[in-house]
Every structure is written in C-alpha cells, then in structure tokens.
C-alpha cells in the first residue's frame, strides 16, 4: 500500500486560494529516475520520457488556468516519445484510459509529465503518464493527474511490427508491468458493461431541453497540428474535443465550468493534413452536482464521406466562491437519438462510481467486504488481481520460518500484516492452477464449501465455513470472491486471487463469526514441464496479527 509522507503548503491562485500537499514519497511524480539496484547498478528506465513547461497566458482558459486540451497535448505528445523510444519505429494513440484531474494548474506554474512503457504486448504497449506541478516560488509540488495510453506500432513496408518485451528491473516496475494486463483485460471488456446496465436505466423528466446545449465546430487540420508521421496529433484532436465540450456544458449552467474527468475513449482511425475535422458535443445528462458531455470527431476531405475519428465523455462540475459544486439544472431528453444518450449516460456514472470506490482508494481505504453486484464485477474483478499482485511484486520479505521445503514469509507495514508460503511441488502448473483454483476441494480440511454465483469462467462467488481454532468457540464463515487468471505470457504466473464481498441474500448468522478477507490467493509458477512453484499470500489488519498467526499455525 503505497502511502505519502507530506508537508503542506498555501498556495493561492488568481481566484482563490487552497491547502495542497506536497507529496514526497513511493510513486512520487518528481522522485529521481535514477534507482539503484541491489547488484548496485545504477539504473534508469530506458523508456522514460520527461517534459516540463511553465504555463504561459497563452495556455490558460478564462479564469488563469492551464487548459486541460493544452494540457492532454502534452500528455500525448509525452508518451508517444517514449512509446516509440521502446517501438524503435512511428506510433500512434489507440486509446486513453479514465482521467481524472486532482487539481488545476495556474499561470506561471510549471507542469511536469513523466512517461514510460508499462508493458508491450504483440503489437500494443501501455504507456503510463504522470503529471505532476510545481510552485517554482514555494518549492512545493503536487499530483495533477496519472493516465495510461495504449500505443500501437505502425506498420512498416515489412508489415506489422512486433514489440520487444518491457524487462521489468525494480518492484514498482514489476507492479506496474503485472497490472498492465489486468487493466488491459479490462478495457477489452469495458463496452459490455454499458450495455448491460442500460436495461435498468430510469428516465428524468428535466427542464432544460438537451438541445441547447448542442456544438457543432469546424477545424481544418493544418502542419502544425500534425506530428512527424503527417497525421493529426491526437492531443490536438483531444484538445478540440475538450473546447466544444466546454462550450455545451456551459450552455447548460450559464457558467464557466471546471473539466473533472475524461472516460476512457479509442481512436478508431487516423486524421491528415488537410482534412476537416467537425467536432460534434451535447450534453448526455445533468445530475445534481456534475453533467456528462458526449463528444465525436468525425473527419473529411474535399466530397468525401465523414470518417469517425474519435468519440469522448467528458463531465464537469460548475464550482460557486467556495469552490463547492454546484446544483444543476437537468436535463430533458430529445426523442431516440437524446433517450439513448440520456440512459447511456446513467450506466457510465454507475461505472464511475463503482470505479472510484473499488479501483482508486487506497488499499487501506476500501472495506474488507465491498458489496457485489453484475454491474461491479469487472472492477471488483480487477481489483482482486491486482491487490495479489502489488502484494506479490513486494521485495522486502522477511523469512520467518522454514521446514520440510516450505518457508513462511511476513510483512508488517503501515498497519498491514502480509504473509508468503512458498513451496516446490512435483505437478505440472496447469493442473495444479485447476486444482487449487476450485474452493469446493476445500471440503477435505474444512466443514463445507458452496458455489454461490458462477458469475463467468474467471470469477466465482463461494460461501466457505472454516472449523473454530480454539475449543468451544464457533466457527468462521467467508463470503469470496475467487479471480482466475491465466499467464499472458512465459512471464506471467496462473493466479488465483481472493476478497471477501458482501451478498444481501446471504447475511452473517449465529451459528457462525463472519470473516473478511482483504487480499489473498495463489501465484503458480511454471520451473519446468513436472515442476512448479507454489507461493499462497494472505493478508489482514495489523490488529488482528494473532488471530492470523495462529491460523498459519493451524495450517
């Protein structure tokens, strides 16, 4: 669990003045990208790239801050340097995750961006992108935002290029480089859970009509909007869409309107010199406190037929004197075309949300027992994933005990108590993935194990009752979420991750304690065709390290 050590700091800008923090401490935007390893080498990611720019009025809106389309500009532009430094070939964006901006940034402030590969995959690779700013006159620095981007190679006269693998060298890399698959499995599947949501989508019957809020804008791409491939840079094309964004959500408040977050998006194609680029916005829905934009670049040249560029959801909040949000007006649907928009809109800020809660907390922020639900299971799925396999990337374990081939490792920090079993057996790594990943085996060294919800072929929900470790006492009960995933390459190990999750159809009874678990589960390592390396993980809450260690003793 990655925690800040800060001091804070008073910083005001034109309009209004804020206590920020100035962050110092693991996954640091400033830290110094030089690291030494334990052979003592001095080491640097070859794929990092750094650009920082001070914010001239030439980069800022109406109220002195540094527009976000200028801002996702340089993002782009940032980690599509170092997505070709590691390609050795042109790349170009395919799509951006979900940004959220923590902060503004004000004139005369200097913007630092920071990218570097997380991971490549075949002809893919996701570029991690941190933005951070600083107070050149106070010294004090903040997290703005961080965003990950997936590049593709282009394709060359010898045909589609296939990427060298990312070597991971330090923990944080190795962290960065095993959740790149999680979050790629999950932008794969991320358009399914729109489409399941909107059958319980509720209409609002508003006042302000969705029409008004309608822009249609007109750019002609011209060489300076163009990189070094002869195509649009996709920041301009994002910083466009960010302009008419702007202007639908302001036609709704009749006020100046503050960007929050950007969904994840895809460029479906690319756009040239000379062509015309008509940028279409309305706003979706109005809730009390935010309004979601929808946006669509559609390109073309001379009579030729409009080409989809690109199609963004972006939402704003309007911001009183105390910058506090504002209520909104709401929204009234047009037929067809404004409904759809309109129910869309209610399932991506369930999306949100569910995101928000399960994925950016820390982890000593979300409760052991999260609820589960359809709509959450792709974003608790990952979540479980990838609390293993921050937990497993970890290097500072201490060997605690070690006995017939089995040693036992532990980690207390910042009130969290982990614990590795590690061990050598002679079965063959799939099998023993198929075998350890079905609970139900369970019943040979517990009282009873169910299947509650077989939710896919990845994710099941089981109900497991454990026997009471003192006499007299009355056993243990777990709701759990079990996570399957297999390698994605030679690199990766089978994982079976696991998380207590709440049920409403199955509430704690007398006849037994209720557990949590907070992460737990399985990596499975591939030594050779007969053997495999078994590691178990588990981990829990500082103040209940006894109740943990005598259970490992019992097992």
Known sequence: VNQSIGRHCYCSTKSHSRVMSCEKGDGDPMEDPLFILESGEVYRNPTEVKMSQIVMPCHANHCGELSVGQLLKWMDSTACLSAERHAGSPCITASVDDIHFEHTIGVGQVVNIKAKVNRAFTSSMEVGITVSCEDLFSSCQWNVCNAFATF?????????????????????????????????????????????????CQEYQGAVSAERTRVESVELVLPPHANHQVSTFGGQIMAWMENVATIAACRLCNAHPTLRTIDMFHFRGPSHIGDRLVLKAIVN?????????????????GAGALRHINSAFMTFEVLDKDRKPRTLPRIRPEPVDGKRRYQEAIARKKIRLDRKYII???????????????????????????????????????????????????????????????????????????????????HEWDRKCDVIIQADEDDTIYRVATPCVSKGGKGQDFILLASRRKPCDSRDPYLIALRSVTLPTHPATEDYTRGEVLCAGFSIWEESNAVTKVGQWGSSLAKRKACLVQNLFVL
């Open 285 to 301: 829905n109005a809730f009390k406190h935010s309004m979601e934009v929808g946006v669509c670049a559609e390109a073309y040249q």
């Open 152 to 200: 593709v190679a282009r394709r060359t006269e010898e045909g589609k290029v296939r990427l060298k693998q990312v070597i991971p060298r330090t923990q944080t890399e190795q962290m960065e480089y095993s959740i790149a698959a999680e979050r790629r499995r999950m932008r794969l599947t991320h358009a399914e859970i729109i489409t399941d949501l909107l059958s319980k």
């Open 360 to 442: 950016s907390c820390k982890q000593t922020e979300v409760p052991l027992s999260v609820p589960w639900d359809i709509s959450n299971q792709m974003y608790l799925s990952y979540n479980n994933v990838s609390a293993l396999k921050m937990m497993a990337a970890r290097s500072n374990w201490m060997l605690s005990s070690e006995k017939n081939k089995v040693s036992l490792y532990t980690l207390e920090e910042n009130q969290i108590l982990c614990f590795k079993v590690e061990t050598h057996v002679t079965v063959p790594a799939e099998q023993a993935f198929h075998l350890l990943s079905d609970l139900r085996r369970r």
